[in-house]
Nanobody, 124 residues
Framework: QVQLVESGGGLVQAGGSLTLSCAAS????????KGWFRQVPGKEREFIAG????????KYADSVKGRFTVSGDNSKNTVYLQMNSLKPEDTAVYYC?????????????????WGQGTQVTVSS
């Protein structure tokens, strides 16, 4: 079992920045593929970014490409999502997720473990 805990959410003005963190309970977290998703009420969970277990490969949704950066620190069992140039439409609950193996990095049902989510609100 892997427990994931997100932090770093909050209220920010449009154009601002936030960094989300996702800390894992397991030391072998470095062996897991990781992803970030977000969800607004009434909509499906949306893939935002993913990073391979080695950190060598990243993938982003078109909606955040060039503004968000996913990274990991295996020594801290933590994955990050740096969010710049935030827009009101980025407002959502953000979740980190992990899986030992992934078929599709952007498919939420492929992930085994999920955090509880952290709210990000961007005001205009």
């Amino acid at each position: 079992q892997v427990q994931l805990v997100e932090s770093g959410g909050g209220l920010v003005q449009a154009g601002g920045s936030l960094t989300l963190s996702c800390a894992a309970s397991k030391r072998t977290f470095s062996n897991y593929e990781k992803g970030w998703f977000r969800q607004v009420p009434g909509k499906e969970r949306e893939f935002i970014a993913g990073i391979s277990w080695s950190g060598s490969t990243t993938k982003y949704a078109d909606s955040v490409k060039g503004r968000f950066t996913v990274s990991g620190d295996n020594s801290k069992n933590t994955v990050y999502l740096q969010m710049n140039s935030l827009k009101p439409e980025d407002t959502a609950v953000y979740y980190c997720a992990a899986a030992r193996r992934l078929t599709e990095v952007n498919r939420s049902r492929d992930y085994e473990y999920w955090g509880q989510g952290t709210q990000v609100t961007v005001s205009s």
